[in-house]
């Protein structure tokens, strides 16, 4: 169509209008709002599950740039912050979550902490001492199903026990855990739903909801 241009990046369109592109979030219109601020440390995922559509492989994002995207949240009314990543944990800039934390309890006196999304495989490799200070309150935990074969099957990166290993870990730390479960995978019978059940109604202490 000879009147569309196409671009594949917000720099493509910045360039072709003239303007000068930089990375990074401009919440000015938003503050003093109640909102839930999503920062992105990465994208992608180096995961191949069979239901994901995320592209499989993982770009990180500056350190320069996660801390301006966090002093953008400065003025707004927001106690919780969404992790972007798909995976949290797999980029090796992970821990600077630390650092952004400190960022945010200075410039935001009703933050609480993050909410982030990752695997049971990533959760196992952080240390405790680093899930103390991260400021994490709430994991997204992509479980899907409490079943192994069910697992093998969508290329999860985990098994049960890893998955139970995870749980405790969080636990441990005070991390409420949101569990996400698929329904209607192929392959479920009445026994691998009452195995995920199980498995929910057993760590209801640390389980906030579940999507």
């Not at 990465?42 to 599950?49: P, R, T």
């Not at 999304?117 to 240390?127: C, D, R, V």
Request: with cysteine; charged share 20%.
């Amino acid at each position: 169509i000879p009147n569309i241009s196409w671009h594949d990046s917000m720099k493509s369109f910045a360039d072709s209008e003239g303007f000068a592109y930089s990375e990074g979030t401009d919440y000015r219109h938003f503050t003093g709002s109640a909102v839930i601020p999503r920062l992105t440390m990465s994208q992608g995922c180096l995961h191949k599950c069979a239901f994901c559509v995320v592209p499989d492989k993982l770009e990180t994002t500056s350190k320069q740039v996660i801390d301006q995207q966090a002093e953008s949240f400065s003025n707004l009314n927001s106690g919780l912050v969404y992790l972007n990543d798909k995976t949290f944990g797999q980029a090796d800039n992970y821990e600077h979550l630390v650092n952004v934390k400190q960022m945010l309890e200075q410039t935001n006196p009703e933050f609480e902490g993050f909410i982030v999304q990752t695997t049971a495989a990533s959760i196992n490799k952080m240390s405790d001492e680093f899930l103390q200070k991260s400021g994490i309150k709430y994991v997204e935990l992509g479980i899907e199903s409490y079943n192994d074969l069910i697992l093998k099957t969508l290329h999860k990166p985990h098994n049960i026990t890893m998955i139970d290993r995870a749980v405790d870990k969080l636990r441990n730390n005070n991390i409420q855990i949101i569990p996400n479960i698929i329904i209607g995978l192929p392959a479920e019978t009445a026994k691998t739903y009452a195995a995920t059940q199980d498995f929910l109604n057993r760590n209801a202490d640390v389980i906030s909801h579940a999507n």
